[in-house]
């Protein structure tokens, strides 16, 4: 899966000299975490509603409301945007993106092309992509495995819940309780729990879990 099959379009986005007042007012009116900053066709920094946020002052200032008011309507988006942007490309594998997300702590990014913006990736985007690889809006037998790392020991679960019958909605694999282990996490209908025991049982370490 790449970034342009998830990625956020079309961009909704900012100039340099908006108040940061009127931006937060356009980021709670649409809705979104996060606007490109655009001068003259360019990306030229990246602004957040926590940027925004914390652009106003703290709560011990002695200043009063109206020049508190004054002073904000002062500030504009350029004073106050991220300028060192990390961008990703359209076909940039989407499991690269999240770790450049999770490696940076930043919880988007640009999707460029040509040098300019054509959409946004988001940590929301990366969590609908999650809800579905692991089937959680669709209902079945839910079950956690701790799999030997072993040749063949995938296609010997898949198999086995096929020839039992399953039906198999989601299915993942993710770092185990040690290096000889994998947990294995599956969805599938039209297998109930006494028979996953039965076929799957044999080939893993233990089931660690099992739910509807």
């Known amino acids: 899966m790449l970034v342009k099959e998830r990625m956020s379009k079309p961009v909704i ?17 649409e809705h979104i975490r996060r606007t490109p900053v655009i001068k003259d066709g360019e990306m030229i920094g990246i602004i957040s509603d926590k940027d925004l946020l914390n652009a106003g002052p703290s709560d011990a200032t ?7 008011n004054y002073l904000m309507s002062r500030i504009e988006v350029g004073d106050i945007m ?24 930043i919880g988007g990014l640009p999707v460029m092309r040509d040098g300019h913006v054509v959409g946004l990736i988001t940590e929301t985007d990366l ?5 579905e690889l692991m089937g959680a809006r669709e209902s079945g037998l ?7 790392v072993k040749l063949g020991e995938l296609a010997a ?11 198999i909605i989601a299915f993942g694999q993710f770092l185990g309780e040690d ?5 294995v996490t599956f969805k599938v209908k039209g297998i109930d729990e ?10 893993v370490v233990r089931i660690t879990d099992m739910r509807r």
């Open 127 to 131: 969590f609908k992509i999650l809800l």
């Open 13 to 29: 986005w900012v100039r340099p000299n908006l108040p940061i007042l009127d931006a937060l007012k356009l980021m709670q009116r």
């Open 82 to 105: 991220t300028t060192d942007v990390l961008t990703v490309t359209e076909d940039t594998p989407i499991e690269e993106a999240a770790r450049i997300m999770v490696d940076n702590k």
């Open 157 to 167: 679960i898949t198999e086995a819940l096929a020839e039992a019958g399953g039906n």
């Open 179 to 183: 290096t000889e282990t994998r947990t």
């Open 194 to 203: 006494e028979m996953i025991r039965e076929r799957v049982g044999p080939l």
């Open 142 to 148: 839910r079950v956690t495995v701790q799999a030997p």
């Open 62 to 68: 002695s200043l009063s409301i109206w020049e508190l």
